[in-house]
C-alpha cells in the first residue's frame, strides 16, 4: 500500500513545478535569448517610473543622463537575476526554484506592459489634434 502511495506522490507535481522544469529543460541558448528579452522588456517597463521620480524630485541639467544609467543598472541586474537563475554555467543543471516562477512571471508581465505602453504611444501618435 505505501508503495502504491509514494508511486502516487511521484506522479502528482504541481503544475508551477512542472512549468519551471520546462522552462529549465529548454535549450542553453533558449535561456539565453528569453532573459535577455525579458531584462530589456523590464527595463523598458521600468523605464517611465525612473524618468517620473527623477522629474518631478532631481532634476538638474547636469544630471540628464542619470535616468538612463538607473534604468540600465535596473536592466542588467535584472539579467544577472535571470542568468543566475535559469542558465548558470556550462553544463550546470539549474535546481527548480520558486523564483525561477517568480523570475518568469515578472519578465512576462513586463513585456506585456511594454506592449501596452507601445500600443498606446502609437494610438496617440495617430490621432489628430
Known amino acids: 500500500m505505501s508503495q502504491k502511495k509514494s508511486r502516487l506522490s511521484e506522479y502528482r507535481k504541481p503544475l508551477t513545478l512542472e512549468f519551471v522544469q520546462w522552462c529549465l529543460r529548454l535549450p542553453r541558448l533558449v535561456r539565453i535569448i528569453v532573459v535577455a528579452i525579458f531584462a530589456l522588456a523590464f527595463t523598458l517597463a521600468v523605464s517611465p517610473a525612473v524618468d ?72 496617440e501618435a495617430i490621432t489628430p489634434i
Open 52 to 123: 517620473y521620480a527623477y522629474l518631478a524630485y532631481m532634476f538638474t541639467e547636469e544630471t540628464r543622463v542619470l535616468p538612463s544609467l538607473v534604468s540600465a543598472a535596473i536592466g542588467i541586474a535584472f539579467y544577472v537575476l535571470g542568468w543566475w537563475l535559469m542558465i548558470g554555467t556550462v553544463g550546470e543543471t539549474r535546481p527548480a526554484r520558486p523564483a525561477v516562477l517568480v523570475y518568469v512571471l515578472v519578465g512576462i508581465i513586463a513585456l506585456c506592459l511594454v506592449i501596452v505602453l507601445a500600443l498606446s504611444g502609437y494610438s
